[in-house]
């Protein structure tokens, strides 16, 4: 395990930013492609990771600490946020986004104040026992699941673009 | 085809600030994993891409408009940037393939200066016939697999840390 919760904030802190550098500034084309039916575009994949910020991460840290394995997590709902806030631009939806990560991170150190905690339990509906650190980890990788989500989509608007290079480029593939 | 060489330039330039935001500033634990035996780690992703902007993309642009389809690309060697400069740091790195790309996007807009060069076509020695707009499209895609690669192999730090969560991060399983 590599797990250590001040590199695991290293991580959450710069998303919001990376996301920023990444996408702020261009042009609409590069904003609206998905991968085929029933697959999200870049808009949709910062309603999830808003979504995340409301109702997953935080919520379910607080109930592993105060009701451990007495109740089970309500389910996260993965599909909830295709119904949101269309007319928000871009802009809006990072911003918004950096908002609520910056106050997640503010309550993550108030609440993991001490190392025992993260060794702490609750119930996860389909997979059972889950720990503190596991869900924080966990955090983390989906952070990193949705940054290569989203480049990779805007990697596929130029599959037929790059003629015959397109063997040598693993994204297209994915 | 989407190609428009001005939204190809907005990714292209973006691509050094992107790694900057997600790069700097972490604990070193994130940055010398790879994915196992002959992968790379994201000190030598930086390198190829440095690699990239002093051999590859330029230079056979120049190739593409100078000889046309009189001589073939010399190859483009994607290991050689494994024996470079282990010295630099992380910071160094970074400011250093930020200068190249900077000088080349400069380099390409004089070089694409109508819209008809796009068509121009060079010999790729394993491809044969390529054009113009099909290297500036790989390019921008390289960059975009290279990103993803970078974010796939933190997040496979985390493996065995997120638990029974695996099941769900397919960034993971790649």
């Known amino acids: 395990m590599n797990f250590n919760l001040s590199e695991?904030?290293?991580?959450?802190?710069?998303?919001p930013r990376t996301l920023e550098s990444f996408l702020l500034g261009l042009s609409e084309g590069w904003l609206?492609?998905?991968?085929?039916?029933?697959?999200?575009?870049t808009m949709q994949i910062i309603d999830h990771l808003i979504d995340g910020e409301t109702t997953n991460w935080i919520p379910r840290l607080q109930m592993i600490l105060e009701d451990g394995e007495s109740k089970s997590f309500p389910p996260f709902d993965r599909f909830a946020h295709l119904q949101q806030k269309p007319e928000q631009t871009l802009v809006e939806k990072i911003k918004e986004f950096?908002?609520?990560r910056e106050d997640n991170i503010t309550k993550l150190k108030v609440l993991m104040?001490?190392?025992?905690?993260?060794?702490?339990?609750?119930?996860?509906?389909?997979?059972?026992v889950v720990k503190?650190?596991?869900?924080?980890s966990t955090w983390v990788v989906h952070d990193l699941t949705h940054i290569t989500q989203i480049v990779r989509v805007m990697a596929k608007r130029y599959r037929l673009d790059v003629g015959p290079w397109e063997e040598y480029l693993g994204v297209l593939k994915k």
Chains 1, 2 share one sequence.
Not at 8 to 15: D, G, Q, R, Y
Not at 132 to 136: G, Y
Request: charged share 30%; hydrophobic share 35%; proline share 0%.
């Open 132 to 136: 503190a650190r596991e869900l924080i």
């Open 32 to 41: 609206h492609g998905n991968e085929g039916e029933g697959t999200w575009n």
């Open 8 to 15: 695991a904030i290293e991580v959450l802190e710069k998303t």
């Open 98 to 100: 950096k908002r609520l």
């Open 113 to 128: 104040d001490s190392e025992n905690k993260l060794e702490q339990t609750g119930i996860h509906a389909a997979f059972g």
